[in-house]
């Protein structure tokens, strides 16, 4: 039987704030309506939403929750909008519902560029496990956030005098025996396969900051190989793109960890460019160590895609597209 359709009514004291919280054409308003299967009509400083009654109840406090964050001085865009909407409703992929986390200020990562909030609910557990954990590992798909977030709160606790150092190590595997081909210095070489973390580096602290830092060794850039032999204390360490690793690189990896460190692992484990027969050290240490005291696995789905709604389309054709196709082999 369903549910008849309530009807409820907000009021807004600040006028000025409407057209920001609505957005141009009213499509911020729209996404919600959408998001929610409810009707909002808007009059003056009113607003009535009606739908099944829990829809409007979500949609009321999404549109307040919005609201708050203008009266506030923060600055809201689609990407809000669309995050407020999947932070609300449990999301479901490969059957699995994801459970809400209720929101906690805690969560948000401050730098000294922007507040970094939860965009979907696997970020919030993501930042929920980076504060509570000294080793996180974070896989799933492109676009989930999962290197800006650990490049953010890396330098989070920079900036507050946690730790002294960031290093920041991706393996170059997709450079292999073609590095000494390439123009330039070893640095000038391996830049090009690190530029997704110098971009949420300079995305997180201003360019002069990054660049002294850098220059000083506090914060460090540089691929998985010159990991080798440390013991790396007082630091933020982050490794990008994990599932190139092989198993050897990745224990050689893990056991850099030393005192007053945290250690953030994060990968892809559908794009491994690894060759056919090696096995990746992601994957091979996950099995190994997830269920160790102080360590804590968090897993992404296509769900979580926070990029254009097309990329999350697209992750999940090809998740579909290779269900077929092993399915096929199968038979």
């Not at 973390?197 to 850098?214: C, S």
Request: neutral net charge.
């Amino acid at each position: 039987m369903d549910k008849k359709p309530e009807s409820i009514s907000m009021q807004f004291p600040n006028n000025s704030l409407l057209p920001m919280l609505y957005g141009e054409a009213d499509k911020y308003l729209n996404k919600i309506e959408k998001g929610f299967g409810v009707i909002a009509t808007s009059r003056g400083n009113m607003l009535a939403l009606t739908g099944d009654p829990v829809a409007v109840q979500k949609s009321r406090d999404v549109i307040q929750d919005l609201y708050n964050k203008l009266e506030g001085g923060m600055e809201i865009g689609a990407g809000e909008v669309d995050a407020a909407i999947r932070m609300s409703t449990p999301q479901k992929s490969n059957g699995n519902k994801q459970h809400r986390l209720p929101f906690n200020s805690e969560l948000c990562i401050k730098t000294q560029k922007k507040t970094i909030h939860p965009y979907s609910q696997a970020q919030a557990e993501y930042m929920d496990a980076l504060h509570k954990h000294d080793m996180v590992f974070a896989l799933g798909p492109a676009g989930t956030g999962k290197t800006y977030i650990a490049v953010a709160y890396a330098v989070s606790l920079f900036l507050n005098n946690k730790v002294d150092r960031i290093i920041l190590s991706r393996p170059a595997v997709e450079a292999g025996e073609k590095l000494g081909f390439l123009p330039g210095d070893l640095k000038e070489k391996i830049d090009p396969y690190l530029r997704p973390l110098y971009d949420a580096l300079y995305d997180t602290m201003p360019a002069e900051r990054v660049v002294k830092h850098i220059e000083n060794g506090e914060i460090e850039i540089a691929p998985l190989a010159f990991m080798r032999g440390r013991t790396l204390a007082n630091a933020c360490i982050i490794l990008d793109e994990a599932q190139n690793t092989t198993p050897t690189q990745m224990k050689m990896f893990l056991t850099r960890l030393g005192e007053n460190s945290r250690m953030l692992i994060t990968g892809d484990l559908s794009q491994t460019d690894l060759p056919k027969d090696v096995k990746s050290g992601l994957q091979d240490a996950i099995k190994k160590v997830e269920h160790i005291e102080g360590i804590r696995c968090v897993r992404f789905s296509d769900v979580d895609v926070v990029r254009h709604n097309l990329a999350a389309k697209i992750v999940q054709a090809y998740d579909e597209w290779e269900k077929k196709k092993r399915s096929n082999n199968n038979d």
